[in-house]
Nanobody
């Protein structure tokens, strides 16, 4: 059974930093690209960032320069370091795993490319 377990969400103020972690199990981690999406109340789920199997990364413009995705293939983990947080970053953040291996940003930014999803971690940023 595949599980993706997120942790590290919480409350922050504008300008603060938070770090999210995702621990996948039940899948061959090295064979998957990993992504982070977020969903704010009343809004559609949106792409945040993704990392290919060997570390190439993709970022949404809204987080570029503030957020950093990383993965540790030896420990089967992926992390999202979020700096300079803004109130508009408030959302539930989801970790996801995709079997695709491509240079196409549009592939990784599409939720349909992801096979497995975590349960989500709430991030709330106050002004």
């Amino acid at each position: 059974q595949v599980q993706l377990v997120e942790s590290g969400g919480g409350l922050a103020r504008t300008g603060d930093s938070l770090r999210l972690s995702c621990l996948p199990s039940g899948l061959s981690f090295k064979s998957y690209a990993m992504g982070w999406f977020r969903q704010a109340p009343g809004k559609a789920r949106e792409f945040v960032t993704a990392i290919r199997r060997l570390g190439d990364t993709f970022y949404a413009d809204s987080v570029k320069g503030r957020f950093t995705i990383s993965r540790n293939n030896a420990e089967n983990s992926v992390a999202l370091q979020m700096n300079s947080l803004k109130p508009e970053d408030t959302a539930v953040y989801y970790c996801a795993a995709s079997p695709r291996d491509t240079w196409d940003y549009n592939a990784y930014s599409n939720p349909a490319s992801y096979t497995y999803w975590g349960q989500g971690a709430q991030v709330t940023v106050s002004a």
